[in-house]
């Protein structure tokens, strides 16, 4: 397994639960590309700080963070660092898309 971090994201976004807007966040993000088996796969790690919203993300299961420029990514908050701040992850359909 061939491990790196590609990519480091960092601005303002939206947290979508399904389809409802539930807060604004300031976010920064690793992208971890590796090769396992031959395969490519990225997986996302991060934090994110809620600015405006619904400060409890911990209950929510899935959520979309909308980044700036239009991707989406699909994470779970896992760690509540506490004043809005939480440790995130994606999931296992979690990807960077273009809008």
């Known amino acids: 397994m061939d ?3 590609g990519t480091r994201l960092w601005d303002r976004g939206m947290v979508y639960k399904d389809d409802e807007r539930i ?42 963070l909308h980044l700036n420029g239009g991707r989406k ?3 779970l908050a ?6 809005g701040v939480y440790n995130i992850v994606g999931t296992s359909r979690a990807s960077l898309v273009s809008a």
């Open 3 to 5: 491990a790196r971090i």
């Open 23 to 64: 807060a604004e966040v300031v976010y920064a993000l690793q992208v971890v590309q590796e090769t396992v088996d031959g395969m490519e796969r990225q997986d996302f790690t991060g934090q994110v700080r809620v600015v405006e919203g619904k400060r409890n993300l911990i209950n929510e299961g899935a959520l979309v």
């Open 73 to 75: 990514w699909e994470f």
């Open 78 to 83: 896992s760690i509540d660092m506490g004043s």
